[in-house]
């Protein structure tokens, strides 16, 4: 188990390793499907975006109760796969660093990763409550029009986790091993 | 005139939090069973997650997953004519004490209703001469929804080739639908009524035995072959890709041969209740004997 400050440097991305297990502390922020398509967007009519520069991506549309500022009520991850057409973008010209999401992505995205040194962190899907505990504060949000779950959230973590080191700087995928067992397994 | 100790739509809203923060126990036990004899380091870190999460979850009256999901609800015994409006402000409801997350949007603009019900609630009717009314709520993820698969088969093709469609579906989803998944299976009908076969199969509790002698073994030999996969919880490697294998059947042409697949994340959530008509009402998320 390895405790990692987030935004992460590009040598602290480097260092992790496929299957090792990571907590982060500092800060996060959610993007899903329309808050990339808009970033990327805005990129390519020529806007600087530099929400995403350097940062660590949850892919996360959580439940939050507005009262005296925002209240995380479960912030688990969503299926990271909806984004495989606008992750290698979001690396390669925003500057994302790493990842968080479930279910893995693209042998594209991952290239994109290896490229930038970057990584993709695999959060227990559905394991939403014990998610929002390592969420201390919101401290900001951007695109509030996206609503709830497509919003921009930017979040105070502290030790937020387990989440597995799934592909890695060095080019090693979790996913692709296991498919590979799989079809040895079941010929499918 | 009866008063009703609970209305409807109060009903709703308490099936929609039972639900949301509560795993029904028979899921709750495949779970732990999995943890027990999980053999990788990753696969039981993941398992560990789930099930700290869901008793976190339960202990703090809080849904276990964001995606609370789209409620599906099933009514059957006596219909009320009104039963559909007391349910869309029972989600209503919800959506806002619980909190639920809004899920419901128009398909076309993508813009959220923001309560949960859009156009209006999802409800499958089965009206039946008992004295009572049944809900059971199924409050259904994206991740494994998106999943879904029909296949119209011709009808030659015998139960080796559904059970493949059945393993392709699973096993080419990868770590997407939140495995350990439970896999709902339709088998004939039309194309229409073999999805809602796969829906209903879901509702089946993990620990009751299939009526049906052939369905008992295609469902015993599929666990089998899902979970010597080694997909492994969260598509991560391990040896539980589906915690149970559920399949419903029905009549179909003779010309037909509809398979359908609907699958649900291990945060597989059910509640029913059970309105008798001198108004007591009774909730479980499992089964009515």
């Known amino acids: ?188 | 005139m009866i008063i009703l100790p609970e209305s409807w739509e109060d009903v709703v809203v308490r099936l929609l939090r039972m639900s949301e923060t509560r795993l029904p126990d028979d899921v709750s036990w495949a779970l732990e069973a999995a943890a027990a004899w999980e053999g990788g380091d990753i696969a039981r870190s993941q398992l560990g997650a789930i099930l700290d999460n869901s008793s976190k979850a339960e202990f703090v009256s809080r849904p276990m997953c964001q995606d609370t999901g789209l409620p599906v609800f099933f009514v059957k015994g006596r219909i009320p004519v009104d039963i559909e409006d007391s349910i869309a402000a029972g989600v209503r409801k919800a959506t806002k004490d619980i909190p639920l997350r809004p899920n419901a949007v128009d398909p076309l603009s993508r813009e959220n209703s923001g309560d949960n019900v859009g156009s209006g609630v999802l409800v499958h009717y089965r009206p039946m001469d008992v004295p009572y009314t049944e809900i059971t709520v199924l409050p259904k993820g994206a991740g494994s929804e998106n999943m879904s698969r029909l296949a119209m088969l011709t009808p030659s093709d015998g139960e080796d080739i559904i059970k493949d469609f059945v393993v392709r579906t699973v096993l080419q989803s990868g770590g997407r639908p939140c495995p350990p998944t439970i896999v709902g299976v339709g088998i004939g009908g039309t194309a229409d009524a073999c999805m809602a076969l796969a829906k209903e199969a879901l509702l089946m509790p993990l620990d009751s035995r299939n009526p049906d002698e052939r369905l008992r073994k295609m469902e015993e030999d599929l666990f089998i072959k899902l979970n010597s996969s080694g997909l492994g919880p969260m598509g991560l490697g391990g040896d539980t890709t589906v915690l149970g294998v559920r399949i419903k059947m029905a009549s179909c042409h003779t010309a037909s041969m509809p398979v359908a697949v609907n699958l649900n994340c291990w945060a597989a959530r059910r509640a029913t209740a059970r309105m008798h008509i001198d108004g007591s009402v009774r909730y479980t998320q499992g089964a009515f004997e």
Not at chain 1, 4 to 32: C, H, K, N, Y
Not at chain 1, 134 to 161: C, N, P, Q, Y
């Open chain 1, 1 to 188: 188990m390895k405790r990692i400050d987030s935004p992460m440097s590009e040598a602290d991305a480097r260092s992790l390793r496929a299957g090792e297990t990571v907590f982060l502390t500092g800060t996060i922020i959610t993007a899903r499907d329309k808050a990339h398509l808009r970033a990327l967007k805005k990129s390519s009519a020529g806007e600087k975006v530099d929400l995403m520069d350097g940062a660590t991506v949850y892919h996360c549309g959580p439940i939050m109760r507005e009262g005296d500022g925002f209240e995380v009520i479960a912030a688990g991850p969503t299926t990271s796969a909806r984004m495989n057409m606008l992750a290698p973008r979001a690396i390669r010209e925003l500057g994302v660093r790493a990842i968080i999401g479930k279910g893995g992505m693209s042998k594209e995205t991952h290239d994109a990763l290896v490229e930038n040194g970057g990584v993709y962190l695999a959060a227990t899907g559905g394991a939403a409550v014990t998610l929002a505990e390592g969420i201390k504060d919101v401290t900001g949000r951007e695109w509030e029009d996206l609503g709830m779950a497509e919003s921009v959230w930017f979040l105070k973590v502290k030790d937020f986790g387990p989440l597995v080191v799934a592909m890695d700087a060095h080019g090693r995928s979790l996913y692709e091993e296991v498919e590979r067992r799989v079809r040895e397994n079941s010929g499918i």
